[in-house]
């Protein structure tokens, strides 16, 4: 819903030739980055409790339950409560959904799912379990708000397998498409034994740098030029920045060059998008295309 | 005696600093709401700033904002609200903070702070005003008073959970004594609403569902009770207002679980909706839904802008939205008749327009497993930052995002939770459109040089100016009839609020927000 915002962080990496973008949102994935990263864990002092780990994702603003508990938890709620509530615990042919319940989203530590589970409620049919321990119970609770988290910590959810098309048919849209620019004897050599097929399938689409912020970074291919002509000067590199009103470029020896676009007689700009392919491809996909060429492209192994 | 002092303390009694008739006013001496007035137009009468003198606008003054250390929640500390102006006094606010600033100088005249029980810190969009009091909401659900003289709270309350995970963003909207509040928080499949709440008090007056419980009207479009109880629909933006119609005009969020449709199969009312709703009493009127059945994370919550325009050579009261879907839509604002249902950017997850004009859904174009090609990403085609529509030229300004995403399905239960999905973004092209009210076509379009986007809203003004932000951090004045950027100046980051305008001492200030700091922009050279 609320985007502003996140996602962009996470999902949209600044494809790495340079743009307008490219300055922010580099920029915001590294502020981004740093504010999750866990604070140095003060000294602890003997014998006292682990505190809980740092939070897993911006999504999550209660206190992460230690693995150890939640495990304890699983165990000891899969042989009490799984049978009606699932396994999983989002319920089963007897027992409501308990990562939604109100009363465990409410609950810290146990203090309130636990007067539930050793009274039991008796005109729904649920047993008491009077001789849980405290401790128990607060594994339990560990164990519901793993759940929850897990559920609500969508950047980390698992894609599930994508190789589902004909790798023939993807090879022969490689064939049409693909092969002016890429090779699989050439650049493509051994891609998938680089990149997973989730994160294949995204850079085969559009080169992006990252993919849901895993996998191996990509060796940088062809940088964007630029050829700026101003007047009888006319000057080629590498395109560092573009907005509307500007534009510059590093030459070949490595020198800055910058120019003003919102003038009079403003310089003429070419900017040779090495991507403007991959782009122009986009709307031409069926899905049945994309998960056919996935296909082909896993078995450059 | 007793009269007499009475009588001398009821003489020396302030005037209360918003006067009622200021919010019914469009926007001069006074931004009185987060759309400047009720309409959602943003757009302001002032013209001392004008098309042929913006080249000489400049910077007046600039405030930063201190959160303290972690005082962004993760999120850094951005402005998303638009300041309210009243009475020489700047009122703002981002979560757990509030500020009073000198509308002259940005001089900061209070600042508070509240402290945080939680809840996903990444957005406040503002205050609403009643009289001497000021209304923010909080990342934990709190609806704030405040005594806009000093900044003290008068009181805090809890209007939603934080633990069941609602976080509350919107700036709440002032209609004569009701204060109308919304929630937010889409992680773990909460139902939305929105509340009225008196000025004095904080108790709630009125409720609206954005899901109907079982036997109501809409329940017909969900498969249970559960999937009803549990469909998000978040109001987390602040709407807009008819006051001849006693109307008040909200998009409502996207359903739950956000991108697995298959435990809710139906079309999902009241989400993504636009809804028409008496303001006294919070009992819908009419809607109309722009997505039925989303998967994509494609709120409607973009404002309903209120448009008295002419249609067939009548005078029509009209509402017009750029959704987030990638549709411009123009309804009658007294029945939600459709008008124009039209693409502003490329879409591909359609298979049709039905009867009422609302989007036929491609239920291949969902999310799928495998992943499916979508356009556009789950960003949408635009998204919470304000448009603006000019009654001078008659076109709606909206920043617009061109992109594609691969939409994975990831849990293929029968009863999904949460997210159920995710969306890997490809690539986007921004571009500032400018769309004829009367038939959504693109007058112009400013398209921004590279890849990616940014999150600024718009304002237009009868100095025949649009302002807003591009991608790489300008803040941009164009040519409201012919799209012809005017002036500009790079801030130290990308805009990131709706840009707003005031008159003071006979002089029009800009102030629009980038990142932590907000500019202040004038003509400060003397003249006669």
């Known amino acids: 819903m609320q985007f502003h915002r996140f996602r962009s962080l996470f999902h949209f990496s600044p494809p790495r030739f340079a743009s307008s973008r490219i300055t922010l949102a580099a920029l915001l994935t590294v502020s981004f980055a740093a504010a999750q990263e866990p604070p140095a864990p003060p000294p602890r002092p003997a014998g006292a409790k682990p505190s809980a780990p740092a939070k897993p994702s911006f999504l999550i603003s209660r206190p992460v339950p230690a693995a150890e508990m939640a495990e304890r938890g699983q165990k000891l709620y899969v042989a009490q409560c799984g049978f009606c509530h699932g396994t999983n615990a989002t319920g089963g042919t007897q027992g409501p959904d308990l990562v939604r319940s109100v009363i465990a989203l409410r609950d810290d530590n146990g203090e309130l799912i636990g007067p539930v589970i050793r009274k039991g409620v008796p005109d729904k049919g649920v047993p008491p379990f009077a001789s849980m321990t405290d401790v128990q119970i607060r594994e339990i609770a560990a164990f519901l708000r793993s759940r929850q988290q897990a559920a609500i910590n969508r950047g980390q959810y698992k894609i599930q397998n994508v190789v589902t098309g004909d790798a023939a048919q993807g090879q022969a849209f490689f064939a049409r498409n693909c092969a002016g620019c890429h090779s699989p004897a050439g650049d493509l050599k051994g891609i998938a034994a680089r990149l997973d097929p989730v994160a294949l399938q995204a850079r085969f689409l559009y080169p992006v740098t990252r993919t849901f912020g895993r996998g191996p970074a990509v060796p940088a291919g062809k940088p964007t030029m630029v050829t700026v002509t101003a007047g009888t000067r006319v000057l080629k590199g590498r395109l560092e920045y573009v907005d509307s009103f500007s534009v510059s470029l590093r030459d070949e020896h490595g020198d800055y060059h910058s120019f003003a676009l919102d003038v009079p007689n403003p310089p003429k700009v070419d900017i040779q998008d090495p991507l403007a392919g991959h782009e122009a491809l986009l709307p031409k996909y069926t899905d049945a295309d994309m998960h056919n060429v996935l296909t082909y492209l896993v078995t450059l192994k | ?528």
């Open chain 2, 1 to 528: 005696m007793k009269h007499a002092l009475l009588f001398l303390a009821a003489a020396i009694a302030p005037a209360q600093i918003l006067d009622p008739a200021k919010l019914l006013q469009p926007p001069t001496d006074t931004w009185a709401t987060y759309n400047g007035d009720y309409s959602g137009r943003r757009f302001s009468p002032l013209k001392q700033i004008h098309t042929k003198n913006v080249a000489a606008m400049t910077l007046a003054w600039t405030y930063r904002i201190n959160t303290g250390p972690g005082g962004g929640g993760g999120f850094g500390s951005s402005i998303k609200a638009t300041p309210i102006v009243v009475k020489g006094v700047m009122y703002f606010a981002t979560p757990d903070h509030a500020w009073a600033i000198d509308a002259r100088n940005g001089r900061e005249l209070w600042h508070y702070t509240t402290p945080t029980k939680g809840g996903i810190h990444i957005g406040n969009r503002g205050f609403g005003m009643y009289g001497d009091w000021l209304y923010f909401e909080t990342p934990d659900n709190h609806l704030v008073s405040l005594n806009a003289r000093d900044g003290k709270e008068r009181w805090k309350i809890e209007i939603a959970d934080v633990k069941q995970e609602y976080f509350s963003t919107p700036a709440p909207v002032v209609i004569r004594n009701h204060v109308i509040v919304g929630v937010g928080g889409d992680s773990l499949d909460v139902p939305g609403y929105l509340e009225s709440r008196d000025p004095e008090t904080g108790a709630v007056k009125w409720r609206w569902n954005t899901t109907p419980r079982p036997g109501e009207p809409g329940a017909e479009t969900w498969p249970n009770k559960d999937a009803m109880e549990h469909g998000g629909g978040m109001t987390r933006m602040p709407g807009t207002y008819d006051p001849e119609l006693n109307l008040y005009y909200l998009g409502t969020g996207n359903p739950n679980p956000v991108m697995a449709g298959q435990g809710r199969m139906g079309d999902n009312l009241w989400t993504c909706s636009i809804v028409a709703l008496n303001a006294d009493t919070g009992k819908m009127v009419w809607y109309f839904q722009p997505s039925p059945h989303d998967t994509h994370d494609w709120d409607a919550v973009q404002t309903p802008v209120l448009i008295d325009g002419v249609i067939d050579g009548k005078p029509r009261k009209l509402l017009a939205q750029a959704s987030r879907n990638g549709y411009y839509f123009l309804l009658d604002r007294v029945t939600g008749k459709r008008l124009v249902t039209k693409p502003f950017i490329p879409v591909n997850w359609t298979k049709g327009i039905d009867a009422k004009g609302q989007p036929i859904p491609d239920p291949k174009k969902e999310p799928q497993p495998d992943g499916s090609l979508v356009a556009p990403s789950s960003n949408g085609g635009t998204n919470w930052p304000p448009p603006s529509f000019s009654p001078d030229t008659g076109l709606l300004y909206v920043q617009t995002q061109s992109s594609w995403s691969i939409y994975y399905l990831t849990d293929t239960e029968g009863k999904p939770q949460g997210w159920g999905g995710r969306d890997q973004m490809l690539t986007a092209r921004s571009a500032l459109k400018a769309i004829d009210y009367r038939t959504g076509d693109v007058k112009w379009s400013h398209e921004y040089p590279g890849r990616g986007f940014g999150m600024p809203g718009v304002l237009s003004t009868a100095g025949g100016l649009v302002f807003t932000g591009d991608p790489s951090g300008n803040f941009i004045a164009y040519d409201a009839a012919a799209g012809k950027p005017l002036w500009h100046s790079r801030l130290t980051t990308a805009v990131s609020n709706g840009p707003m305008t005031y008159e003071m001492d006979g002089r029009q200030y800009v102030v629009v927000a980038a990142g932590d700091t907000l500019y202040g922009f004038a003509m400060m050279a003397s003249w006669k």
